[in-house]
T-cell receptor
Framework: KAGVTQTPRYLIKTRGQQVTLSCSPISGHRSVSWYQQTPGQGLQFLFE???????NKGNFPGRFSGRQFSNSRSEMNVSTLELGDSALYLC????????????????FGEGSRLTVL | GENVEQHPSTLSVQEGDSAVIKCTYSDSASNYFPWYKQELGKGPQLIIDIRSNVGEKKDQRIAVTLNKTAKHFSLHITETQPEDSAVYFCAAKGNYQLIWGAGTKLIIKP
């Protein structure tokens, strides 16, 4: 079955602009999480969506927002871009079911690499 | 707040030797400890995990050990191969979200 798909894979923006990134989870997965990855900072949790509701939120400013649609696809938006927003943005989906077949495993996409000039 | 410390940040080992990566967590409610491997240009992928009711788990050349009293867990890779070169992340989960370590870059020298 298809994995997690993130688009676009690469993009370049200038300071002050905004960007929207898209994530299509594995079919049947109900939870989508977003992470920011920068060299030396590891994986920084942005937020998690489940059934179109934000379930958890990391410690990022309000310029970072997201949403989830009824088909579980998710988007994240960054407004008023700053140079420090340059990073790899990773999306991960999980089953998020209470059943025994949910191991809690996160399935990551290959990421969207954002460069802010 | 909760945090996970991971050491070392970079580990270089000779091909065929063993590699050990260690993590320490702060939240005593943590009960799930996964390890993810991230190869260049790809997203992280789960390689092994352990739950708090188990002390050790093995899967071929990799193993994870957990010491709940000391709040630390380790990843052991034996007979390392070139394809083991990657960044490895540990994580710990309690009542809420996963808390991630900073990652270890594992270099396998030929």
């Amino acid at each position: 079955k298809a994995g997690v798909t993130q688009t676009p894979r690469y993009l370049i923006k200038t300071r002050g602009q905004q960007v929207t990134l898209s994530c299509s989870p594995i079919s049947g997965h109900r939870s989508v999480s977003w992470y920011q990855q920068t060299p030396g900072q590891g994986l920084q949790f942005l937020f998690e969506y489940f059934s179109e509701t934000q379930r958890n939120k990391g410690n990022f400013p309000g310029r970072f927002s997201g949403r989830q649609f009824s088909n579980s696809r998710s988007e994240m938006n960054v407004s008023t871009l700053e140079l420090g927003d340059s990073a790899l943005y990773l999306c991960a989906s999980s089953l998020a079911s209470r059943g025994r077949r949910d191991t809690g495993e996160l399935f990551f996409g290959e990421g969207s690499r954002l460069t802010v000039l | 707040g909760e945090n996970v410390e991971q050491h070392p940040s970079t580990l270089s080992v000779q091909e065929g030797d063993s590699a050990v990566i260690k993590c320490t967590y702060s939240d005593s409610a943590s009960n799930y400890f996964p390890w993810y491997k991230q190869e260049l240009g790809k997203g992280p992928q789960l390689i092994i995990d352990i739950r708090s009711n188990v002390g050790e788990k093995k899967d071929q050349r990799i193993a994870v050990t957990l010491n709940k009293t000391a709040k630390h867990f380790s990843l052991h890779i034996t007979e390392t191969q070139p394809e083991d070169s990657a960044v490895y992340f540990c994580a710990a989960k309690g009542n809420y979200q996963l808390i991630w370590g900073a990652g270890t870059k594992l270099i396998i020298k030929p």
